[in-house]
C-alpha cells in the first residue's frame, strides 16, 4: 500500500484517480480549497486536506505530503478562470507543490500537463490560451530542474466517454482525445514504475493497453 497525495483533488481526473487508488487499496490525501467539498472527498475514501495551492506556500502544502510515497500535481486554473490565474494555479501552484514535495522528502512527483505545450502557443490564440500553454509548460520545464523522480503526462482533449483501458504514450504523438477515466488509471499505472521517473509523454487513446504502453515508452527511452 503507498500513500499518495493528489493536488487539485477535486478535479474531474483526481476524483477518478482517488476512486482507483483507494480500490487498490493506496491511502490518499486529497488536497483541494474549498471546504465544502470535504464531505464528498472523505466519500471517494480520501483524505481531507483543504488548502488554496494559488495562496498557500510550499511550507503550508508540505504538511499534507509527510511520509507521503508519491505526489500527484493535478491542480488548474479552469476553463472560466483568466490568464493571471493560468499563471498562478497552473504554474506557480506546480513550483510550489514541488517544493514542497521536497521539503518533505517525497520524491516521487507525477504532473498532468497537456499535449503540444512544449511547442508554445499559436500565433493566433486568444489571451487565456496562450496563458495557459505558457504555465504548463513552464511547470513541466521548472520540474524537469528538480532533483524530484518525476513523471510529466501530457493528455489530449479531454472527454468524458467510458475508459477504454487502450491508449498512445509517447514523446510526441498526434492530436486527439482521451477519457479522463483512461488518463487517471494511467497516472495510477505509472506510480507503480519507478523507471517512468525522468519521462515526459504525451497521452491520446489507442490500441495498446496501458500497462504495455507504459513499458514500451520506458523501452524507448
Not at 65 to 90: L, Y
Not at 158 to 177: A, Y
Request: hydrophobic share 45%.
Amino acid at each position: 500500500m503507498s500513500r499518495i497525495v493528489i493536488i487539485g483533488g477535486h478535479g474531474s481526473i483526481a476524483r477518478l484517480l482517488t476512486q482507483q487508488l483507494v480500490a487498490r487499496g493506496d491511502s490518499v490525501v486529497s488536497v483541494f480549497r474549498n471546504p465544502d467539498h470535504r464531505e464528498e472527498i472523505e466519500s471517494l475514501g480520501a483524505e481531507a486536506f483543504v488548502c488554496d495551492v494559488e495562496t498557500a506556500s510550499a511550507a503550508d502544502l508540505a504538511p499534507a505530503m509527510t511520509g507521503a510515497d508519491g505526489v500527484v500535481f493535478a491542480a488548474g486554473a479552469g476553463p472560466n478562470s483568466g490568464a493571471a490565474r493560468k499563471r498562478t494555479v497552473d504554474f506557480e501552484g506546480s513550483v510550489k507543490a514541488a517544493a514542497a514535495a521536497e521539503q518533505a522528502g517525497v520524491k516521487r512527483f507525477v504532473q498532468v500537463s497537456a499535449i503540444g505545450v512544449d511547442d508554445g502557443p499559436a500565433p493566433d490564440a486568444d489571451e487565456v490560451w496562450t496563458a495557459y500553454v505558457e504555465a504548463k509548460r513552464d511547470a513541466d520545464d521548472a520540474l524537469r530542474r528538480t532533483d524530484l523522480d518525476w513523471t510529466i503526462l501530457r493528455p489530449g482533449g479531454l472527454t468524458d466517454d467510458e475508459p477504454t483501458e487502450m491508449i498512445t504514450l509517447g514523446e510526441h504523438t498526434e492530436r486527439s482525445s482521451i477519457p479522463r477515466a483512461d488518463v487517471a488509471a494511467v497516472i495510477a499505472a505509472v506510480l507503480t514504475f519507478p523507471e517512468t521517473a525522468g519521462h515526459s509523454w504525451d497521452l491520446i487513446s489507442g490500441e495498446t493497453p496501458i500497462p504495455a504502453a507504459i513499458a514500451a515508452a520506458v523501452s524507448a527511452g
